[in-house]
């Protein structure tokens, strides 16, 4: 595509999480300029992830005048009626990965379905108002101890459904081929090239 690459700001100041978004999407962002977001953070008070990921979509688009795209990400376990859900970064009280997993662990201790999704909300907001938001699942069980040193969060005690490992314990290439995030984002992508570049999906 020739011309100029249209702005498109991914609500995070984490600028491994535009790397990774990139790497992720590759050549889908053809023709758009995936750019960090240097605004004010704003409170996520929303009651879903999907709530969340248009809260921080909309501050971004407002503060820089252009698209933005947002996600919002966590776990949620049956037996635990969907905890943490969107509390999923703040389990234990605070943001430390290691306490987040120990409590999961714990609340878990003799439960017999383990069953689990990773969910991740993806939010589009223009600065003519529209928005889209969808939604991507990682289906799969929560092990009874962490397993393996890679990736964050619930990686070392989540395994997704139709893996003998933990997510812990994949590529970061393999997990970012599969993973909630990517499919919420694949999901996006073709309603952000419509919007942006009039391309159809």
Request: net charge negative.
């Amino acid at each position: 595509m020739t011309g100029a690459l249209v702005p498109l700001v991914l609500a995070t100041h984490n600028a491994h999480k535009v790397e990774e978004l990139r790497q992720i999407l590759g050549a889908r962002l053809d023709g758009l300029d995936l750019l960090a977001y240097d605004g004010p953070e704003p409170v996520e008070d929303g009651d879903s992830f999907e709530a969340n990921a248009l809260i921080k979509a909309r501050a971004a688009s407002a503060h820089t005048g252009f698209a933005a795209i947002a996600d919002d990400s966590g776990i949620t376990v049956a037996a635990l009626g969907g905890a943490p859900g969107i509390h999923s970064a703040r389990y234990a009280g605070s943001r430390d990965d290691a306490d987040n997993v120990r409590l999961l662990v714990t609340n878990l201790q003799g439960a017999d379905d383990r069953s689990a999704e990773f969910v991740c909300a993806a939010a589009l907001v223009l600065p003519d108002g529209r928005e889209t938001v969808v939604l991507g699942r990682w289906p799969g069980a929560v092990l009874l101890e962490p397993i393996g040193g890679g990736g964050f969060g619930y990686d070392p005690v989540f395994r997704a459904t139709g893996y003998s490992v933990s997510v812990a314990e994949l590529h970061p290439d393999e997990k970012n081929s599969v993973s909630h995030r990517r499919r919420a984002f694949e999901a996006l992508i073709p309603i952000v090239r419509e919007l942006l570049l009039g391309q159809p999906t």
